[in-house]
C-alpha cells in the first residue's frame, strides 16, 4: 500500500497534477451533460416513473465509471510503461524497486479512479433529488435535479478559472452556458 507522502512523489515523479485535474474536469463535464441529457429526455416525455429515470441514470453513470477507469487506465498504464522502459534504457538498470517504477504502477491506478468516479459521483450528486424524491411534494424531481447539474456545471467552471487564474464568475458562466445549450437541443429536438 502507499502511503500519501509516496503517492504525491508518484505524482511529482510522473508529472500528473494537470492530467488529473484535466480527467476530472472532463469526465465531470461528460457526468452532468450525461444526466442532464437524460433528465431533459425525460422531462420532456413528461415520465412521472422515477425508477425508470433512477435505473436509465444508474446505468449511464455505471457505464461513464467503468468506460472512465479502464480507459484511462490502459492508456495511462502503457504511457506510464513506455516512459519507465526508456529511463531504464537510458539509464542502463532496472528502475522496478524504485520510486519511478512506483509510480509508473500507481499513477495509472490514480488517474484511472479519478476519471472514474469523477462522472459516477457528479451523476449521483445530480440525481439527489430524484432519490429522496416522495409521492405528493411540492416539487418537480426532475426540475431541481436538473438544477442541481447546472448548478455543478458552474462549479466545474468556477475550478476550472481557479487552475487558469480566470475570473472566477466568467468561468462558471461559460461551464453553465454548455449546460443550457445542451438543454436547449433536447428542447428543440421534442
Known amino acids: 500500500m502507499m502511503t500519501w507522502r509516496a ?10 497534477d494537470g492530467l488529473i485535474r484535466r480527467y476530472f474536469v472532463v469526465n465531470g463535464f461528460d457526468g452532468a451533460l450525461t444526466m442532464l441529457g437524460i433528465l431533459g429526455g425525460f422531462y420532456m416525455s413528461h415520465t412521472e416513473d422515477l425508477h425508470i429515470v433512477i435505473s436509465a441514470c444508474l446505468g449511464a453513470a455505471i457505464a ?5 477507469l479502464s480507459a484511462a487506465y490502459i492508456s495511462e498504464a502503457a ?21 519511478h517504477g512506483r509510480a509508473a504502477r500507481w499513477v495509472p491506478w ?18 439527489i433529488p430524484v432519490f429522496v424524491h416522495q409521492p405528493g411534494m411540492a416539487y418537480s424531481p426532475l426540475v431541481l435535479s436538473i438544477s442541481v447539474g447546472l448548478g455543478l456545471m458552474f462549479l466545474l467552471g468556477f475550478f476550472l478559472s481557479r ?25 428543440l429536438l421534442e
Not at 7 to 14: F, R, T, V
Not at 79 to 95: I, N, R
Open 163 to 187: 487552475v487558469s487564474q480566470t475570473h472566477w464568475l466568467l468561468g462558471g458562466v461559460k461551464a453553465l452556458s454548455v449546460g443550457l445549450l445542451t438543454l436547449a437541443i433536447i428542447l
Open 7 to 16: 503517492l504525491q512523489q508518484a505524482l511529482e515523479i510522473s508529472q500528473s
Open 79 to 99: 504511457e506510464s510503461q513506455k516512459a519507465l522502459a526508456e529511463t531504464e534504457q537510458a539509464m542502463g538498470k532496472s528502475l522496478k524497486d524504485s520510486a
Open 110 to 127: 490514480l488517474v484511472g479512479a479519478v476519471n472514474g468516479l469523477s462522472p459516477l459521483v457528479i451523476a449521483l450528486i445530480i440525481l
Open 64 to 68: 461513464l465509471f467503468m468506460s472512465g
